[in-house]
């Protein structure tokens, strides 16, 4: 190739791209070759940008078309951050901790790896999560330094696994806990046999509804879940969500206040749907809680919707802030996460908008907007 084109220009960036192209594509059996291998391939030049995709990529993406040579890997997988890096820092941080990007830039540094990695994309105009596991290869050809990615689509089998662990993880902890009353009573030692019944009922319904949870967001991501929309009076609601979490286990040594200034709202919505929304809130509030502090709950009047927060004193790390509402995304673990995500799922389902704000100053607040009224469909 020659080797005067390589300049920072853009016209000369094309043309480099352009000719890279050719070496892997213009054979008619290479390029047979490449387009058989059924796992997405992309081959990636030094300058990020895409040299040869195979037509398994368009699969992936849900395009009628390969990525077209010269794209960013970015464009190529029409990943959001990359479509809002003109809107600030915050998509540049998330690509920092982008695993295609870290080892893509290892890659064309000669090492070979691979890993689990994490895609958020716009695809057909929806926000889509994408598990892949990644390869990337160094390649050099013709004088020139490339990386090969090649990726499996594990989505479905990430999704199953995250939404077993999260569902089995908090089961087991309900069960434990049964388990110990149970030895309570068998010890015959009860002050109070109502109580220790009623403590019974509770957390065998916890565990009830951490099954039909796992069914929910299952059939959420399926998109086989219809909302039942009705009238909710916040006021209402926020107490009743107050009386029931203050008793959850995660809750223990600790206070949960609604806050008096609240605005008393109605809203057109699901009720069992809002209450698993803010019942993550308030459970990722108070584990990030210490002993004796305080979670807040309340709701505000934004004009055009109605906005519930949950807000505890602690900070969320930058790293986590950057990608929150994405599955697996959490600063308790391995496999932990569904809670952030699930917010976001539902979220949409009803219409309404997730948010949080977090810094060591003000501590962290979890909020959705709602609308008061479900738009109706055309014709209805």
Known sequence: MNRTLKQNSPGANRE???LQQQLFAEGVVSRKLLDAIPSPLLIINEKWHVVYA???VAKLVGKSTTPRPGLRVGEAFHCIHYQQRNKGPLSYQSCHVCGVARLLARSLKGEPLSEACHLTCDLAGETTSLDLHV???PLEF???QFSILTLLDISDRRKRKLLEHACFHDLLNTLTSIMGVLAVVKSEKMDDQAKLFNLLEQMTQDSINEINTLRLLDKAEQKQLEPQFSNLASDRFLVQLSEAYQKHPA???KTLQVDPKSANLTIETDYQLLRRIIGNMLINAFEATEPGGTVRLGCRDVGNGAQLWVHNSAAIPQNIRDQIFFRDVSDKGHN???GTYSIKLLSNLLGGQP????????GTTFSVWLPYKQSKPQGS
């Open 355 to 362: 948010h949080f704000q977090s810094s060591e100053e003000e």
């Open 54 to 56: 195979n037509g398994a």
């Open 336 to 338: 932990r996460g569904i």
């Open 142 to 144: 013709h004088g020139e």
């Open 16 to 18: 480099i791209t352009r």
């Open 251 to 253: 809750a223990e040594g």
């Open 135 to 137: 390869w990337a290869t």
